[in-house]
């Protein structure tokens, strides 16, 4: 269970009964463009429903949750309470604002809205969660524990609520009770790492070593991402004087977060104590680079710089903690150590005089300094008699889980579409391939994206722009957006002059699938379609807009039941329904694909797209068959290598599923040697 929840796309919100049908429909296409992560335009489109209809609350809402994901809680918040001023009956809307208050370290606010919510929903374990979550960082760990404990008299089968509990015992000071929770957390579910490193890190901090470091290696047996795992167990082997296996831990650290200072100062000093100083020296180099506030790695890096005889660097780098720390004597002798090698005898001699009366004269300068420098000449002759080549401080999970990661940027401002991604690659196919105006380029992708009748299409230019094959597009901005509104009405205007013509209705499709009404989309395709039955452009670009239509569809359904936990006769009913007509999406789509690859048989997008939509329906042995077609056609379809790779892994053939993954690194897609790291222990 992760300790909180990211704010839904959908978030439940039912669109209530319009008077003006033009309305509904700007709604449900600002929906649309708010899932598929187009923030800026569902913004434009919930700004024409509030500017027809004020006194509607939901768009209110859509808006603040597009707010959110772009990282403006202040204006989401406002807009929650405009929302909940219209219909104070939305639970959605307190969960909103509630969500935003919490971003912003108003947790008592926060811990009101969710308690508002959960008077609507009281038994939604999302609700429940996320109350739990705001108590605990506001410190009310009693109120957090009651949260944790109506969880699971509500959901007793959870097994990572043992997790959460021992969690928020140890916060507790309760060692004894997070113990038996976390005992308990492993006899439900054994396969979990995350079970095991949390009693990993229990036993380290009770000095149990051996315990501590057999619950480690399980963690890491059972494919644990977690690179504190590694950092934690390598401290042990330390402790043990087992030093390769150490340094092994430290490599795979840095592997999982290349931007773990802590991983990258363990084994600058493990390296430093093998007698490695020259790795020792890069390693806190790069620690520096990442924390330039580390002032132990900077004092190590300084005495590995006299060591190794580079005098001259390290006269710099303990000027820079003298800088800092003006009665440092260490610092003071190293310079002078610095200067007896350089043959600098006068500045060598003048730095240990300094020393000197820094020495005799302490208490004087204790009193006159707001800096202890007894306390820090302390601190640092610990530092200098240290050769066990560990830090002394084990890697906390707990205190990492404390960071936010819901932190997102604004995808506009790193061109990543919608939130971040997590440090680790996520185990996710890559997405189906479409057709736009405009995709990112993936550096050393060499998938063949050229294909010969796009091609021709192109040139005969009878689109807005020309039309490129991607499974990576990105997001407009709001001239972008502007422009193709434009684009719709002059192609509106040519149609209501000549309605014969097929191109104009896929122009016009394309046009309005960029600006997420993709009702409009299709509309245009099925006219295209039967002006030019032979029109493969038309039905390979049918079956993605479908397919992104249907997703849509499917994810609203799925968080509504997710929270809501309403098993209503009513509801049961309605998810029957949705589910058929699921199914009927599907062989809608795949009737689309199998006409494209019937009119061009070597269009290996298609059967790649084919074969995701068959994982989701977990017909997994035709969804490789269609991957290998697809390979067969492009022996470099990088994308095919990667997916085909995880759903042979999936099915239990991790040897032919390595073996893909390592052809898809070879190829471009670099995440590949992540999840082989991974998946081979």
Not at 261 to 285: E, F, H, P, V
Request: hydrophobic letters at 35%.
């Amino acid at each position: 269970m992760k300790k909180f929840i990211f704010i839904s796309f959908c978030l439940l919100c039912q669109v209530s009964a319009m008077a003006q049908w033009n309305t509904e429909r700007i709604l449900t296409i600002g929906r649309n463009a708010l899932y598929f992560e187009d923030y800026v335009l569902s913004i434009q489109y919930f700004n024409q429903v509030i500017k027809i209809k004020p006194y509607l609350a939901e768009p209110y809402l859509y808006r603040a949750i597009a707010k959110l994901q772009l990282g403006d809680f202040q204006s989401a918040d406002q807009d929650c309470s405009e929302a909940i001023e219209r219909n104070p009956f939305m639970p959605q809307a307190y969960y909103a604002r509630g969500y935003a208050r919490r971003r912003m370290e108003f947790y008592k606010e926060a811990t009101a809205d969710f308690t508002k919510a959960l008077e609507f929903s009281p038994n939604s374990l999302y609700l429940l969660m996320n109350r739990m979550d705001v108590r605990e960082r506001d410190k009310d760990y009693e109120g957090a524990m009651a949260d944790l404990e109506t969880y699971r008299r509500l959901s007793p089968k959870t097994a990572s609520i043992y997790y959460e509990k021992g969690r928020l015992q140890l916060s507790m000071k309760d060692t004894v009770g997070a113990t038996l929770s976390f005992d308990k957390f492993l006899q439900m579910d054994s396969a979990s790492c995350l079970g095991w490193s949390a009693r990993g890190f229990l036993k380290m901090q009770k000095k149990d070593e051996k315990g501590a470091l057999s619950d480690f290696s399980e963690a890491i047996k059972r494919k644990s991402t977690f690179f504190g795992d590694y950092i934690n167990r390598g401290i042990l082997n330390v402790q043990r004087k087992n030093y390769n296996q150490a340094l092994n831990d430290y490599n795979e650290a840095i592997k999982l977060d290349k931007n773990s200072d802590l991983a990258y100062y363990n084994r600058g000093l493990l390296r430093a104590n093998l007698g490695d100083n020259n790795n020792a020296l890069s390693d806190l180099t790069i620690v520096l680079k990442l924390d330039s506030t580390n002032n132990e790695a900077l004092l190590r890096k300084a005495m590995l710089e006299n060591t190794i005889g580079d005098n001259r660097s390290a006269i710099k780098d303990y000027k820079k903690i003298i800088e800092k720390y003006q009665y440092f004597i260490p610092a003071y002798s190293g310079i002078a150590e610095a200067y007896d090698a350089l043959g600098n005898k006068k500045d060598a001699f003048r730095y240990r005089q300094l020393a000197y009366n820094i020495e005799q004269n302490k208490d004087y300068l204790n009193r006159k300094s707001k800096e202890n420098i007894v306390a820090n000449n302390k601190m640092a002759k610990n530092t200098q008699k240290s050769n066990s080549g560990n830090k002394t401080e084990l890697f906390n999970r707990f205190a990492a889980q404390n960071i936010d990661d819901s932190e997102t940027e604004s995808k506009y401002e790193n061109s990543n579409r919608g939130a971040v991604q997590d440090k680790y690659t996520d185990v996710v196919n890559e997405k189906s391939f479409t057709l736009t105006y405009y995709a990112k380029t993936v550096e050393n992708r060499q998938t063949n994206i050229f294909y010969p009748a796009l091609d021709l299409y192109n040139k005969q230019r009878k689109l807005s722009s020309i039309l490129k094959i991607t499974n990576n597009e990105i997001p407009l901005t709001s001239e972008l957006i502007n422009s193709h509104f434009e684009a719709i009405n002059v192609i509106s205007n040519q149609l209501s002059q000549d309605d014969s013509n097929p191109d104009y209705f896929f122009n016009r499709a394309l046009e309005f699938a960029l600006v997420q009404d993709f009702n409009s989309s299709i509309e245009d395709l099925n006219k295209a379609i039967i002006l030019r039955p032979n029109f493969m452009l038309a039905y390979f670009y049918r079956a993605s807009i479908r397919n992104k239509l249907a997703e849509f569809i499917k994810s609203s359904a799925d968080q509504t039941s997710t929270v809501s936990n309403d098993k209503s006769a009513i509801d049961k009913a309605k998810k029957i329904q949705e589910e058929n007509k699921s199914l009927f999406d599907v062989e809608m789509i795949m009737r689309d694909y199998e006409k494209v690859n019937a009119l061009s048989p070597d269009f290996s997008f298609a059967y790649f797209n084919k074969a995701n939509i068959l994982c989701t329906q977990k017909d997994f042995k035709t969804a490789i068959s269609n991957f290998s077609k697809a390979i067969e056609i492009d022996a470099d379809f990088a994308e095919a290598y990667f997916n085909r790779g995880l759903t042979y892994i999936f099915i239990g053939e991790d040897g032919k599923g390595l073996a893909d993954l390592s052809k898809a690194g070879e190829l471009g897609i670099y995440k590949s040697y992540n999840l082989i790291q991974r998946f081979k222990k």
